[in-house]
């Protein structure tokens, strides 16, 4: 499918003066509507194969669009398409344009009246999917490709730092016979596996220019398709509307997510939904649209998936390779002279092995030694903030929140799930920073257990974790409960919500007791409070993770309450109780940050009281056991004061005794009790 723009000066429109005089708006929608009906009647002789239209006339200025569906003679169809509606032109410009271009063409000629119903005009040839294509769920972008000589063919190719498999194939296209006439299908599509965006973009280019220099590809126009895995699902419908109004032409879809061999998770199973939905697509016009199919290099998964339903067809790897210390240099030589600098032995020295480089690493140690020479040579003024960001960074080093957390106890659980959200965090962050699958998912949490479960503590370490490893901008910590998001009165309730959301973008909303949001009743304030989170929810994926505390029990009742809640929570992280030898370990932590140790015998004290302690209702956990420590040293500090200050040695000052540590009295309504109870 190929489309047109034509523009042209009229000598004359047969029966129709009003468009070089200054006549009326009537006369004038009058002779528009019927140019519009003659273009109509010439359309309909060719059976839904041509469609063509005036976009706007200007006093003899014509403007024209033209859909063909399969290659034809243009300049004919032009003139044959110019005397059925009368208007005979002295000269015109016939070139492709694009669907974007076309469509705006058609809203100008309907705008004008020459033009009845253009959508009308996109349903006929199967393309009204693309008009809103993003609402559509497909993400395209489309080109002209350049026509560009053999010379420059292989300069631009040269240009690349990994090009021997894109040389060997451009030898492949000018050897063989340059085609004449229409495409009869494509012996081989491709596949480059690369993780540079920029490499995947410029090796696409290249190969499309040299297959259309030699009529391997008819048209000039080529689509960029970008896979986003998104809740909505692949949208076959859309992917087939884009391949049709590219035969003739080209896709190059990118699908750069990364997936682990093992991963079998919902985002695992969503790509081998999107990849089977496209390969479908790709089949079905394999002789009419040429495919390149851009990957990561490293998602070998997404790889043997396409390999195995893509099996019949033939697809030419042009892959990255690594290149040795020599060939790197030499690229880093000609990216300076871009810049207009030259290189220096830093950026030799920052090589430090013989071979080995990919595209990727090289361009983030040249953009490294160029940010410092850039400082340093032309605007020195700023040379300090380097230095500056170094020792700052130096003085974080030893007792990171993240070490904090790693030293806790009792929590492996919360600690793993913490470390998988890190991570997908820090690879958002740098396949975005890399140009590579902007796509960005739910990072918000559940976090359930019984009070003193270091819930509150761990969600503020992990928004301390994600500023300091500069996974989020503003490293907020917002903390709110129900009277924080409850209003007083019908609708302040919402904009308090939407306002703790904005607060807290950048950074981490911690809502503890969630389940208190709960009302007994349908339509209340609380439901208000749910309903708008849940919006929020949405509205602020990308820029606020919102994390859910409270007691297990209640947490499910809280998520249950709104049907939308649970699907956007991406981890539930779980904070059990601790057992005795853990809540131990807590009170040697607790008294070690007060320079405190504990004697041996007040070691067993410990466990008798936590022992107990553990049987009891609402026990507090963690909370329990700082308070035990906490009064165990206001009892030594008393001990020792009455002993008399003269003989208190720095080693007794340091160490809690037995003595000092109280077992806590219980009420009886706390104790639990084991078989029959008298009545």
Same mark, same amino acid.
């Given at each position: 499918?190929?489309?047109?723009?034509?523009?042209?000066?009229?000598?004359?429109?047969?029966?129709?003066?009003?468009?070089?005089?200054?006549?009326?708006?009537?006369?004038?929608?009058?002779?528009?509507?019927?140019?519009?009906?003659?273009?109509?009647?010439?359309?309909?002789?060719?059976?839904?194969?041509?469609?063509?239209?005036?976009?706007?006339?200007?006093?003899?200025?014509?403007?024209?669009?033209?859909?063909?569906?399969?290659?034809?003679?243009?300049?004919?169809?032009?003139?044959?398409?110019?005397?059925?509606?009368?208007?005979?032109?002295?000269?015109?410009?016939?070139?492709?344009?694009?669907?974007?271009?076309?469509?705006?063409?058609?809203?100008?000629?309907?705008?004008?009246?020459?033009?009845?119903?253009?959508?009308?005009?996109?349903?006929?040839?199967?393309?009204?999917?693309?008009?809103?294509?993003?609402?559509?769920?497909?993400?395209?972008?489309?080109?002209?490709?350049?026509?560009?000589?053999?010379?420059?063919?292989?300069?631009?190719?040269?240009?690349?730092?990994?090009?021997?498999?894109?040389?060997?194939?451009?030898?492949?296209?000018?050897?063989?016979?340059?085609?004449?006439?229409?495409?009869?299908?494509?012996?081989?599509?491709?596949?480059?596996?690369?993780?540079?965006?920029?490499?995947?973009?410029?090796?696409?280019?290249?190969?499309?220019?040299?297959?259309?220099?030699?009529?391997?590809?008819?048209?000039?126009?080529?689509?960029?398709?970008?896979?986003?895995?998104?809740?909505?699902?692949?949208?076959?419908?859309?992917?087939?509307?884009?391949?049709?109004?590219?035969?003739?032409?080209?896709?190059?879809?990118?699908?750069?997510?990364?997936?682990?061999?093992?991963?079998?998770?919902?985002?695992?199973?969503?790509?081998?939904?999107?990849?089977?939905?496209?390969?479908?697509?790709?089949?079905?016009?394999?002789?009419?649209?040429?495919?390149?199919?851009?990957?990561?290099?490293?998602?070998?998964?997404?790889?043997?998936?396409?390999?195995?339903?893509?099996?019949?067809?033939?697809?030419?790897?042009?892959?990255?390779?690594?290149?040795?210390?020599?060939?790197?240099?030499?690229?880093?030589?000609? %990216?300076?002279?871009?810049?207009? /600098?030259? !290189?220096?032995?830093? *950026? @030799? +020295?920052?090589?430090?092995?013989?071979? &080995?480089? =990919?595209?990727?690493?090289?361009?983030?140690?040249?953009?490294?030694?160029?940010?410092?020479?850039?400082?340093?040579?032309?605007?020195?003024?700023?040379?300090?903030?380097?230095?500056?960001?170094?020792?700052?960074?130096?003085?974080?080093?030893?007792?990171?929140?993240?070490?904090?957390?790693?030293?806790?106890?009792?929590?492996?659980?919360?600690?793993?799930?913490?470390?998988?959200?890190?991570?997908?965090?820090?690879?958002?962050?740098?396949?975005?920073?890399?140009?590579?699958?902007?796509?960005?998912?739910?990072?918000?949490?559940?976090?359930?257990?019984?009070?003193?479960?270091?819930?509150?503590?761990?969600?503020?370490?992990?928004?301390?974790? %994600?500023?300091?490893?500069?996974? /989020?901008? !503003?490293?907020?910590? *917002? @903390? +709110?409960?129900?009277?924080?998001?409850? &209003?007083? =009165?019908?609708?302040?309730?919402?904009?308090?919500?939407?306002?703790?959301?904005?607060?807290?973008?950048?950074?981490?909303?911690?809502?503890?007791?969630?389940?208190?949001?709960?009302?007994?009743?349908?339509?209340?304030?609380?439901?208000?409070?749910?309903?708008?989170?849940?919006?929020?929810?949405?509205?602020?994926?990308?820029?606020?993770?919102?994390?859910?505390?409270?007691?297990?029990?209640?947490?499910?009742?809280?998520?249950?309450?709104?049907?939308?809640?649970?699907?956007?929570?991406?981890?539930?992280?779980?904070?059990?109780?601790?057992?005795?030898?853990?809540?131990?370990?807590?009170?040697?932590?607790?008294?070690?940050?007060?320079?405190?140790?504990?004697?041996?015998?007040?070691?067993?004290?410990?466990?008798? *009281?936590?022992?107990?302690?553990?049987?009891?209702?609402?026990?507090?956990?963690?909370?329990?056991?700082?308070?035990?420590?906490?009064?165990?040293?206001?009892?030594?500090?008393?001990?020792?004061?009455?002993?008399?200050?003269?003989?208190?040695?720095?080693?007794?000052?340091?160490?809690?005794?037995?003595?000092?540590?109280?077992?806590?009295?219980?009420?009886?309504?706390?104790?639990?009790?084991?078989?029959?109870?008298?009545?």
């Amino acid at each position: 499918m190929i489309f047109y723009r034509i523009d042209g000066g009229a000598e004359s429109i047969i029966g129709v003066e009003c468009f070089k005089d200054d006549h009326n708006r009537n006369e004038i929608r009058e002779a528009a509507r019927h140019l519009g009906i003659k273009g109509e009647a010439f359309n309909l002789g060719f059976k839904g194969k041509v469609h063509a239209f005036v976009s706007e006339i200007t006093g003899t200025v014509v403007t024209a669009g033209m859909i063909l569906h399969s290659a034809q003679d243009p300049q004919k169809l032009v003139h044959a398409f110019m005397e059925s509606v009368g208007i005979c032109l002295k000269e015109f410009r016939c070139e492709e344009t694009t669907f974007g271009n076309l469509l705006n063409m058609l809203v100008a000629g309907e705008r004008r009246d020459f033009v009845r119903d253009p959508d009308e005009v996109l349903r006929k040839f199967d393309l009204s999917l693309l008009n809103d294509h993003f609402g559509h769920g497909v993400d395209f972008e489309e080109d002209l490709i350049e026509e560009c000589g053999k010379n420059s063919v292989y300069e631009s190719a040269g240009a690349i730092i990994s090009n021997e498999t894109l040389l060997e194939e451009l030898d492949r296209i000018y050897e063989g016979k340059k085609g004449k006439g229409a495409v009869k299908g494509h012996p081989v599509h491709y596949m480059l596996l690369t993780d540079s965006r920029r490499d995947h973009e410029d090796i696409g280019r290249i190969l499309l220019q040299a297959l259309h220099a030699n009529g391997r590809i008819a048209n000039r126009r080529s689509c960029t398709m970008n896979i986003s895995i998104g809740r909505r699902g692949p949208q076959n419908k859309a992917y087939d509307s884009l391949y049709r109004s590219c035969i003739g032409g080209a896709v190059q879809i990118f699908f750069l997510h990364e997936c682990d061999e093992e991963e079998e998770d919902g985002f695992a199973s969503a790509q081998r939904e999107y990849l089977e939905a496209l390969s479908e697509v790709i089949r079905r016009y394999r002789n009419k649209v040429l495919t390149l199919i851009s990957l990561s290099a490293k998602n070998r998964k997404a790889e043997s998936l396409l390999r195995e339903y893509l099996e019949n067809m033939t697809f030419l790897e042009v892959k990255e390779e690594a290149v040795p210390r020599e060939r790197a240099m030499t690229y880093f030589r000609d %990216l300076a002279k871009e810049y207009g /600098v030259k !290189t220096d032995r830093r *950026i @030799e +020295a920052l090589l430090e092995q013989e071979d &080995g480089y =990919y595209a990727q690493d090289l361009q983030r140690i040249f953009d490294e030694w160029y940010d410092v020479k850039l400082k340093k040579s032309r605007y020195p003024q700023y040379s300090a903030m380097e230095i500056y960001r170094k020792s700052e960074r130096k003085k974080k080093a030893a007792g990171t929140a993240y070490e904090e957390l790693m030293e806790m106890c009792g929590i492996d659980e919360a600690k793993k799930l913490i470390n998988t959200a890190i991570n997908c965090r820090r690879a958002q962050k740098y396949f975005a920073g890399a140009g590579v699958g902007e796509e960005k998912f739910s990072m918000h949490m559940v976090f359930s257990g019984n009070p003193g479960t270091a819930k509150t503590t761990v969600a503020r370490l992990f928004a301390k974790i %994600l500023k300091e490893n500069g996974l /989020v901008e !503003t490293g907020a910590f *917002i @903390e +709110a409960g129900r009277g924080d998001l409850v &209003g007083k =009165y019908v609708g302040w309730t919402a904009k308090i919500i939407q306002k703790k959301f904005r607060d807290a973008a950048g950074g981490v909303l911690f809502i503890d007791e969630a389940y208190s949001l709960l009302d007994d009743r349908s339509g209340s304030f609380g439901d208000e409070a749910i309903n708008t989170i849940v919006q929020e929810l949405e509205n602020h994926r990308e820029d606020v993770i919102t994390i859910f505390a409270g007691y297990p029990d209640r947490m499910e009742e809280f998520l249950e309450r709104n049907p939308g809640l649970r699907s956007r929570i991406a981890f539930h992280v779980p904070f059990p109780d601790y057992d005795t030898a853990q809540l131990c370990e807590i009170a040697e932590l607790t008294a070690g940050r007060m320079g405190l140790r504990f004697a041996e015998d007040a070691r067993g004290r410990l466990r008798e *009281i936590f022992e107990a302690a553990r049987r009891t209702r609402n026990f507090g956990n963690g909370r329990y056991v700082r308070n035990v420590v906490e009064k165990a040293r206001m009892k030594q500090m008393t001990r020792l004061f009455d002993a008399g200050y003269e003989i208190i040695s720095k080693g007794e000052l340091g160490t809690l005794a037995a003595e000092d540590i109280e077992m806590p009295e219980r009420k009886e309504s706390e104790k639990v009790r084991i078989g029959f109870a008298s009545v």
